[in-house]
């Protein structure tokens, strides 16, 4: 279960993001529009997210679905994350909150037990490298220069509508992206997987302000298989975020209660036993 935990996470955190020729109705291209939009990014000091994801993941004739929530507020200096999360699997529903502060680190609640974990320092430095890839416009683009071809442009009263979409999808760039956002701890985890990964079938789609340039919503689908040889994976995934809240947070921290009370794990409690 903490496996599948740790791997929703993982879907939810990757934003993809694209260049192209492509123009909108004023002139700006794919490309303008996303470098506008990724430097008013990283100029907000807050922001809150939400996040509605559906899975189904396929192996062995099973199939199982999975339906998670999550509300998420972040404030950017000192880097400080407040998640809480809602996921039904199996006809089992679980509820759970998350911290992550760069100064005190990383604290789960035990869904099934209550109380709260303090995670591995490891994976603080990999929060901290998931945030410097998230907010530099140069590493986000990197990745897809390759898929000029697959984007599209519209143009709406309030919005930039950018899509990526279409079968010749550089997926190594891809595989390349998240192996970037996860780092060292997680790639021990997931390297063999994302290697063996077969992309399908890509869609991003990314609303962004025509006024503030802020990214204010997306819509990500992806259809993939993991394969290595032993264990096949086919995984469907849709996921919708909403952004709002910018800069609407002044204060943002890990409750003293939490930080006094966490149980601290190793990395052989997480991963001994998958």
């Known amino acids: ?7 929703s996470c993982l879907s939810g955190v990757i934003i993809l993001t694209a260049a192209c020729s492509a123009e909108s109705d004023d002139g ?37 679905e999975m339906d998670m929530e999550s509300e998420i507020d972040v404030l950017m200096e000192p880097l400080t ?44 430095e990999e929060m901290m490298a998931l945030s410097d890839v998230q907010m530099s416009p140069e590493e986000q683009l990197q990745p897809f220069k390759d898929n000029i071809e697959e984007l599209t442009v519209e143009t709406e009263e309030d919005h930039y509508i950018v899509t990526l979409k279409g079968d010749g999808l550089d997926t190594d760039a891809l595989k390349e992206q998240i192996s970037s956002i996860t780092g060292d701890g997680m790639s021990e985890m997931y390297g063999d997987a994302l290697d063996s990964m077969d ?13 503030t340039f802020y990214n204010t919503e997306a819509n990500i689908y992806m259809d993939t298989t993991v394969d ?25 921290e890990v409750p003293g209660e939490v930080i006094e009370n966490a149980e601290e794990i190793s990395e052989e409690d997480l991963f001994g036993g998958f």
Do not use: C
Request: glycine share 6%; hydrophobic share 40%.
């Open 1 to 7: 279960m903490k496996k599948v935990l740790l791997a």
């Open 28 to 64: 700006l291209t794919a490309e303008e529009i996303l470098l506008k939009s990724e430097e008013a990014m990283e100029e907000l000091t807050s922001y809150s997210m939400s996040m509605k994801s559906t899975q189904e993941m396929s192996a062995d004739g099973d199939t199982q």
């Open 228 to 252: 290595d040889g032993m264990f096949e994976l086919d995984l469907k995934q849709n996921i919708h975020i909403l952004f709002t809240n910018f800069n609407g947070i002044d204060d943002l």
């Open 81 to 124: 994350m407040f998640q809480t999360t809602t996921m039904d699997m199996m006809g089992i529903s679980m509820n759970y909150d998350t911290y992550f502060s760069e100064e005190h680190g990383f604290f789960m609640e035990d869904p099934n037990a209550g109380g709260w974990f303090k995670l591995p320092d490891s994976f603080m």
């Open 199 to 211: 992309v399908h079938e890509l869609e991003y789609e990314l609303f962004i302000d025509r006024e």
